[in-house]
């Protein structure tokens, strides 16, 4: 938090075409892990996307059960800015390309 | 650990000395322990060796510098003011997200050293004094850190 380090940019797909990529935005996705707690990760992302309590648990519960969910579609800097946010609690994330 | 009051930006909790003594013990010990055997980062889909080795080199200097942080607010007389039962340790919102991500860190970093235990403690524990023990000892004192903040900051 005090740390005015640079922040490593998150590894993405090539881009064959940016401008198209850009217009269609970015998906940031929580991926399931064996050890972070369900209440901690729904508290993460009322912290992070500011969610009411049951939209965060719908998302929480999809990681969990299905292995994966995909949190919010952005352009490039958001989406950048919420895999780190998200990456300061441990839990794992990553962005994507939209398709 | 209890939250004696709150308000939007900040709460107040109350530590008993020997909750004080163990939240400086995780953030000394237990931070120093997962820089001379540091746990490795989760398989992600998506994310190459080379960017999660330089993705963890920079959240390594954050979680170093928060439980340091950390440290001084528990240390400092005017955050961490001694009362009847303990201290009442006041921290700002941000202090409070720190305190989580630093807690779960530690968590995570011990269960990865003691193997990646399915179970949440190893049963039978460790013999006392050992590595293995302390790391139990850190996974679950960090746990119940962790329940209690999120306890407190959760309820509405």
Do not use: V
């Given at each position: 938090m005090s740390s005015t380090t640079e922040l490593p940019a998150p590894k993405v797909d090539d881009l064959s075409d940016p401008k198209e990529i850009h217009d269609r935005g970015y998906l940031v996705l929580c991926?399931?892990?064996p050890v972070n707690l369900?209440?901690?990760v729904t508290h993460v992302f009322r912290q992070t996307f500011g969610w009411d309590r049951e939209r965060a648990e719908k998302h929480m519960r999809e990681v969990h059960e299905i292995g994966k969910s995909v949190l919010v579609r952005d352009n490039f800097e958001k989406a950048e800015f919420y895999v780190h946010e998200l990456q300061k609690y441990s839990l794992t994330a990553t962005l994507e390309p939209a398709e | 650990m209890?939250?004696?009051s709150r308000e939007t930006d900040r709460a107040v909790w109350l530590l008993d000395t020997k909750e004080r003594e163990g939240l400086l013990f995780l953030m000394g010990t237990g931070a120093r322990r997962r820089e001379v055997n540091p746990a490795k980062g989760f398989d992600a889909v998506g994310i190459e060796d080379s960017?999660?080795?330089?993705l963890e080199g920079w959240l390594r200097e954050h979680r170093n510098s928060a439980s340091l942080e950390i440290s001084d607010q528990?240390?400092?007389p005017e955050l961490c003011v001694r009362r009847r039962g303990g201290h009442a340790w006041t921290l700002l919102h941000g202090q409070s997200e720190l305190l989580l991500q630093v807690l779960n860190e530690l968590r995570i970093s011990a269960w990865k050293r003691l193997g990646?235990?399915?179970e949440v403690l190893p049963d039978p524990l460790p013999p006392p004094g050992t590595d293995d023990y302390i790391d139990c000892w850190i996974m679950e004192t960090a746990s119940i850190f962790q329940s209690q903040?999120?306890?407190g900051l959760e309820n509405e």
């Open positions: 991926w399931d892990d369900m209440p901690y | 209890k939250l004696l960017d999660e080795t330089e528990l240390n400092d990646q235990p399915p903040l999120l306890q």
